[in-house]
């Protein structure tokens, strides 16, 4: 089980549409989250795949063939700055693996 | 209110002197996780437990210890702190279902400095 982030950080402006890259590596039927971290805030969960609903403006779409779960909004707002990190949980009985994080900074 | 309690909040200690942090969830959870946070390094997993009796080893176990006694509680301890423990910690807790219920609660965080 494995998750890679590969932006540390990503800068946009705002109205700018945004999207932050997960992908995994997990030969089963994996469960994919996307947490988020605002400043001097815990981390809470952003979405999973399985609601398959929007948050925030914010959508992932799980895609199997290609092993990723990217994070898009289509105009970032500057309340959007935060630490993301994608996250994995493979079958029952499985830790949760985490990615290494993206910084999102959504400049005015 | 359901959620997952760290103490302490804040803890700066001197080099060696063994410390613990506290974690305890009221949601009746199964799974609990300590990971540690740090500039440039993201989140890291420290130990995890799948259940009571049940620890397991993350990425970066090494200088600490844990225990899981209770369904609830899963502390950390740092028996003798090196100043590279100075760091973010964060405890979380969740169900441990075949599927859909399997969402981490995290806590506030506990802020070490090893002096």
């Known amino acids: 089980q494995r998750v890679t982030q590969p932006e540390k950080l990503l800068s946009v402006f705002k109205g700018a549409p945004v999207e932050l890259k997960c992908n995994y590596s997990?030969?089963?039927?994996?469960?994919l989250f996307w947490y988020v971290q605002y400043s001097r805030q815990r981390l809470q969960l952003l979405l999973r795949?399985?609601s398959r609903e929007s948050i925030k403006g914010f959508t992932a779409d799980l895609n199997k063939g290609e092993t990723s779960f990217h994070l898009k909004k289509p105009f970032a707002q500057e309340e959007d700055s935060a630490m993301y990190y994608c996250?994995?949980?493979?079958?029952?009985?499985?830790?949760?693996?985490f990615g290494p994080g993206t910084r999102l900074s959504v400049l005015p | 209110e359901a959620q997952v309690t760290q103490n302490p909040r804040y803890l700066i200690t001197v080099t060696g002197k063994k410390l613990t942090v506290t974690c305890s969830q009221n949601m009746n959870h199964e799974y609990m996780s300590w990971y540690r946070q740090d500039p440039g390094l993201g989140l890291r997993q420290i130990y995890y437990?799948?259940?009571?009796?049940?620890?397991d080893k993350g990425d970066v176990p090494e200088g600490y210890k844990v225990s899981r006694k209770e369904k609830r509680n899963f502390p950390l301890i740092l028996e003798s702190p090196s100043p590279n423990q100075t760091s973010l910690y964060f405890c979380?807790?969740?169900?441990?279902?075949?599927?859909?219920?399997?969402?981490?609660?995290f806590g506030a965080g506990s802020r070490l400095t090893v002096l």
């Open positions: 795949h399985i």
């Open positions: 997990y030969s089963g039927s994996p469960e």
């Open positions: 437990s799948m259940n009571v009796e049940v620890t």
């Open positions: 996250a994995l949980r493979g079958d029952y009985g499985q830790n949760f693996v």
């Open positions: 979380a807790s969740s169900q441990n279902r075949y599927s859909g219920a399997n969402v981490l609660t």
